[in-house]
């Protein structure tokens, strides 16, 4: 059985790189194009897998050309796809990301078979949640599959990972039950509308959140690292300085490596840095799986 399970989306990235974004009415020259596979959830999987784990990732792609690719690139890096479904009614699903030059991206997504991931396709999970050690997963599938399957995850007593991404203001009700909340600024301020405009202002953040009831909250701060907030304490975990090629995956990569170092036993904090260090990693390669650490990289990191 695996240690973790994954509910989320699985993609595949169409990567341009150009010297600066557009602007509104603009184009601009591109420098290169890629298919990458992706997908937050995807990449979390693959993450954690690249780092020891057993991982199950639970999803939906098409019966298009991109289908058969996305399961096959999942396989190879050590994640079970047997409760991924090849839905034939909606192509799979897709992300148009453009970088400039700083390695900062803009993200169109086209979910696809992603919203068609079902509550019933979360109740036959039982057994396999029961089995496995932490369900991570996020808000690119439908937010009603989400709370459902955190619901059971705590009916069968499995703690629960949510990495609120993209941003999405829900109610408290949709956090009910996470142990662990993993959000970036921009996330954090759609949970709360609160602004995390400096570092005092994320604490305040992170302190909010931790009122709703959630155990663990980490925000994710970019190259400034990350911020540990509990009930009793309220950690800066800082990040080095790295040569950035392509942001894309790197909170991605922090969620992976944060379940793996967790499920090691880690405390909190070293917990958090161990995440931050394979986000960090994460930044210095093109693309979304392919830049991923392994458990060597970051321990030498």
């Known amino acids: 059985m695996p240690d973790i399970v ?10 341009v790189r150009t010297s600066q974004m557009p602007r509104p009415g603009e184009t601009v020259r591109g420098s290169g194009f890629a298919t990458i596979p992706g997908g937050k959830g995807a990449n979390q999987a693959a993450a954690a897998a690249r780092l020891g784990a057993q991982v199950e990732m639970v999803g939906r792609v098409g019966q298009d050309p991109f289908g058969p690719v996305i399961l096959e690139n999942m396989r190879s890096q050590g994640v079970g796809v047997s409760r991924v479904i090849a839905d034939a009614d909606a192509p799979s699903g897709v ?16 979910p696809g078979a992603n919203d068609r991931v079902t509550v019933d396709d979360v109740y036959a999970l039982r057994g396999l949640l029961a089995e496995s050690r932490y369900l991570v997963t996020q808000f690119e599938t439908p ?28 109610g408290t009700d949709a956090l009910h039950g996470v142990q662990v909340l993993v959000v970036n600024e921009s996330e954090a301020q ?20 931790s009122r709703m009831g959630i155990p663990v909250v980490i925000l994710t701060l970019g190259a400034r ?8 304490q309220a950690v ?18 922090f969620v992976g490596a ?9 405390d909190l904090v070293e917990a958090t840095r161990y995440a931050t260090c394979a ?23």
């Open 225 to 232: 690292g990350a911020l540990l907030v509990t009930s009793d």
């Open 143 to 170: 937010l009603p599959v989400v709370q459902a399957a955190i619901r059971l995850a705590n009916e069968v007593g499995t703690p629960v990972i949510l990495n609120a991404a993209p941003a999405l203001a829900v």
């Open 95 to 110: 992300a148009v990301i453009v970088l400039d030059a700083q390695g900062e991206n803009s993200i169109v997504v086209a």
């Open 258 to 266: 944060l379940a793996v170092a967790l499920l090691r036993g880690m």
């Open 279 to 301: 986000g960090t990693l994460a930044t210095m390669t093109l693309g979304a799986q392919p830049s991923l650490p392994t458990a060597e990289q970051v321990q030498a990191f």
């Open 190 to 209: 759609a949970l709360t509308g609160s602004e995390v405009s400096s570092f005092t202002a994320a604490g305040e953040v992170g302190r909010q959140l």
């Open 236 to 253: 800066h975990v800082p990040a080095r300085r790295v040569d950035v090629v392509d942001t894309t995956a790197a909170g991605d990569a």
């Open 6 to 15: 994954v509910l989320g989306s699985l993609n595949m990235d169409l990567v």
